[in-house]
């Protein structure tokens, strides 16, 4: 699992600053999360191949969160892109994106869907054989939602000894590693469980942004190996967050801490502050481990 | 007179190559000539102190021209602006930009005023006691204006020896300054150009971008100090020319010469070639007075 930091900076662009987005890579997947004004430049600044982009989530239609969008699309227009390209968002996306194309009469040559979100609850909005995702309805100014993208178990592994004992025919192996029982050479059925292990234990990534504090989204994200979460003040500014439905760096680790996540990872900083750091001691006086979201960071978990 | 590049390429913006946008400072004004993605980023990265920007205008609604537009509009709003703002452009403009406003729940704290353009011949869109701005129709895949800047004529110089000749009251000065006859201490009418010379001369600018040649903008544009023309191809692609509604640098330079322009800037080039050099040369053997826009470059005329 990879993800790329586009962008992790709130309000506006500046020169050294770009809006939210960002690249997760899951399970052969690369999907965009959030798309700032700019980010295409930013997808080639930073040498994404971009183009494999087939699904793109935007959180809500605050400008620092899908301004670029439509650049975005209107992009893969010009480059002759012939994939279909899935856009999840708050209902409303689908409006200002074909009003663009309307007034510009420039239409996709490739299909372009839109899954527009209303519901209040989390719902299962993307599901195939290798990952899932869900949304994670948070509580900002407008209508809101993170997502949850969960990795699909993957195959078993093969316990070598206890296979080759079990006289089991080659042919069978790949319905093994499905967690199929099978029957070996004696005409035996083997239990998958006594000649096989699990694969490797699936991956999960929590995007939440923007949110002020909202504690019922821990039964959704706990476990997560992985949790974006934002601080776009320190509680120095509580009053601020909460006046603008933002969260504090204090208040991200609490939600970490509650939902036992692997990793918290900080984002969406407001620019009054110099400097990162005091995100991250803030938010490990409660949760110890913290990362920190940088515009062109890659991270691999 | 001075004129600042943003972005000068067309199509898409890239890691150097920014789509169209420029600022042009005339007699105390400071325009925004279009507004592709990015431009906030490029009014910052120049210095530009762009909260003093009261007038946009915006050529026609494809993406590299205006993309930019509505996170600028945000980000006045974000900086607390309370000056208004205006917007000329297509008709469609308040629409999509209301709309975006409408779906991020957040309307701007200063007023905001579209003159939306629907005539198919020039007209005078702005108008005060320094500069006019006209309209320059131009041909292209969607409903596309160019614009033209015209300076008001400044103040009439004192002939220094010929005022004081004349036994006029210090007092009238000014009066004479704004071309008035005046009476002098001997109750003698002094005719005014017999004792002022003309202020200097007004300067003008024409914006012509997107558009295939098209010679009937040569009245609008007649005598103009700086002519911007786009060269988005050079003749070797003059079937793509065509075909896409946009012009080459020879087309341009023609233009240029029979509209007898000072200068003749050009700019929207396509990406496809490398270095601007052969734009310069193809223009050149048209008309002598060539310049390159690039990004970042400022002229001065």
Redesign the interface.
């Known amino acids: 699992m990879k993800l790329s930091i586009l962008g992790c900076y709130s ?5 050294l600053n770009n809006t939210t987005s960002q690249v997760l890579e899951i399970n052969n997947h690369m999907f965009l999360i959030d798309c700032g ?2 980010t ?2 930013q997808l ?2 930073h040498k994404i191949k971009f183009n494999r982009i087939k699904h793109i989530f935007i959180s809500h ?3 620092d969160h899908f ?2 969008l ?2 975005l699309i ?2 893969f227009r ?1 480059l002759t892109r012939e994939t279909d390209l899935h856009i999840y968002g ?1 209902k ?2 689908k ?2 994106v074909t ?2 194309m309307k ?4 239409w996709t040559n490739y299909n372009l869907y839109f899954h527009e979100l209303t519901s209040k609850k989390s719902e299962l909005i993307f599901d195939d054989d290798k990952v899932e995702v869900h949304t994670i309805p948070l509580n900002h ?2 209508y809101t939602n993170g997502y949850l993208f969960k990795e699909k178990p993957g195959e078993r592994k093969l316990s070598i000894g206890a296979v080759e004992n079990a006289n089991i025919n080659v042919a069978y192996y790949r319905k093994l590693k499905q967690g199929f029982d099978v029957v070996n050479e004696d005409g035996v059925t083997i239990k998958n469980e006594t000649v096989t292990k699990p694969g490797r234990k699936p991956k999960s990534y929590a995007f939440c942004s923007d949110t002020m504090y909202k504690e019922d989204i821990v039964p959704i994200i706990k476990n997560v190996d992985v949790l974006y979460h934002e601080s776009t003040f320190l509680e120095q500014h509580a009053h601020l967050a909460e006046k603008t439905k933002h969260a504090t760096a204090k208040q991200a680790a609490s939600i970490a801490k509650q939902a036992h996540v692997g990793t918290l990872l900080l984002g969406h900083y407001s620019t009054r502050y110099d400097g990162l750091n005091a995100f991250k001691e803030e938010a490990q006086a409660v949760f110890e481990h913290v990362e920190l979201a940088e515009d062109g960071k890659t991270f691999k978990f």
């Open positions: 309000a506006t662009p500046r020169t004004e700019g295409q430049v080639r600044k239609l605050h400008g301004f670029g439509v650049g209107s992009t010009l708050p409303g996306i409006e200002v009003l663009q007034l510009a009469d420039s100014r407008v």
